[in-house]
């Protein structure tokens, strides 16, 4: 790949950042904590949950903006906790959880809803396999973590900061993108696809895509990235 365009695709994603950058500022100049910013993250999460249990166009594509919502939430708390200096092991902890519990319970949501409107249990159960495929990567994460906490706090210090790799060739990038920018950026995926009422395109192919995930997290190559 030619060298200016990884730049270019490096900075123009994740697209999901270019708000959280402008919302982060306006954060600052509260007293909300990055814990609280989760929190309202999770709150939104589950307003999109809602909206799309209950199988409604218009209720999807404002359920879609609500995901929107969380997504840029989930980036200003930890923009937050950085900036502010009350970056902590729960934070982190908290964030990740809230993470799986809103695309769990999207997922979830979004097979009932289907489900309900075409009275077919099958797009329900895709929605628990997708949701049981990011449970297991949620575990997989926590399990690597406990395992190389005493690593990772050793190479992320106030004097040295973690040091983030970068794609270096094919699948390397192929490995990015799937794993890294097609997760940052899930909730426009969401809102296109609501807006043209085709979010039910989403339950086979997650169902499938997210085991696919969950087995590369367990490689060291999907490890390392920053977005």
């Keep these: 790949m030619i060298p200016r365009l990884k730049k270019s695709l490096l900075y123009l994603f994740p697209l999901i950042r270019h708000l959280s950058s402008r919302l982060t500022p306006i954060l600052l100049k509260t007293s909300i904590t990055p ?4 929190f309202l993250s999770l709150i939104f999460g589950l307003l999109c949950a ?3 249990c209950l199988g409604s166009y218009k209720l999807g594509v404002i359920g879609s903006f609500f995901l929107v919502i969380s997504y840029i939430l989930d980036n200003c708390d930890g923009e937050v906790a950085r900036i502010k200096n009350m970056s902590s092991e729960f934070g982190a902890k ?3 959880a809230v993470d799986w519990i809103v695309d769990a319970s999207f997922f979830i949501a979004l097979g009932y809803g289907v489900s309900q409107v075409n009275e077919q249990i099958f797009w329900l159960w895709l929605g628990i396999i997708t949701a049981f495929g990011a449970f ?4 997989i994460d926590l399990r690597y973590y406990v395992k190389n906490k005493e690593k990772i706090d050793a190479t992320t210090t106030e004097e040295q900061p973690a040091c983030f790799k970068q794609p270096q060739n094919k699948l390397d990038w192929l490995i990015y993108i799937f794993h890294k920018l097609s997760r940052a950026d899930f909730c426009f995926i969401v809102l296109i696809l609501a807006v043209l009422n085709v979010t039910y395109f989403l339950l086979p192919i997650a169902a499938i895509g997210a085991q696919i995930y969950w087995l590369t997290d367990l490689l060291e190559r999907a490890r390392g990235y920053h977005i």
Excluded: P
Aim: some cysteine; charged content about 20%.
């Design 50 to 52: 809602s909206c799309f």
């Design 136 to 139: 297991i990567d949620y575990v």
């Design 35 to 38: 814990n609280q910013i989760t």
């Design 94 to 96: 908290f964030d990740d």
